[in-house]
């Protein structure tokens, strides 16, 4: 069975940090694409950031999140600065079997995800 563990939510000040971790089982993920979105409350799940022989971002995010995988342990990053009360949301994990990818902000490319980390930026 194929799944992916996402973690390292929680509370956090404006400013602050977090890293946020996503396992994968059931099959290697190592070349392939893997990619970060989020959803807040109310709205719908939208494209943060994704990593397939490079990396690739949303603007929203650009300069203060880093993607990044150790394909030694299946597992991909998601280090998060200078977080913003916008950025509260659920952060899901999600990986494609699909080389061939020509938008990587669109859910449907992705075959697998996980059950979400709820981040919460507040003061």
């Known amino acids: 069975q194929i799944k992916l563990v996402e973690s390292g939510g929680g509370l956090v000040q404006p400013g602050g940090s977090l890293r946020l971790s996503c396992v994968a089982s059931?099959?290697?993920?190592?070349?392939?694409?893997m990619a970060w979105f989020r959803q807040a409350p109310g709205k719908e799940r939208e494209y943060v950031a994704a990593t397939f022989r490079g990396t690739f971002y949303t603007d929203s995010v650009k300069d203060r999140f880093t993607i990044s995988r150790d394909d030694d342990r299946n597992t991909v990053f998601l280090h998060m600065n200078n977080l913003k009360p916008e950025d509260t949301a659920v952060y899901y994990c999600?990986?494609?079997?699909?080389?061939?990818?020509?938008?990587?902000?669109?859910?449907?490319?992705?075959?697998?995800w996980g059950q979400g980390t709820l981040v919460t930026v507040s003061s």
């Open positions: 999600a990986a494609s079997t699909n080389w061939f990818i020509l938008d990587y902000s669109l859910r449907r490319n992705y075959e697998y």
């Open positions: 059931g099959r290697t993920f190592n070349d392939y694409p």
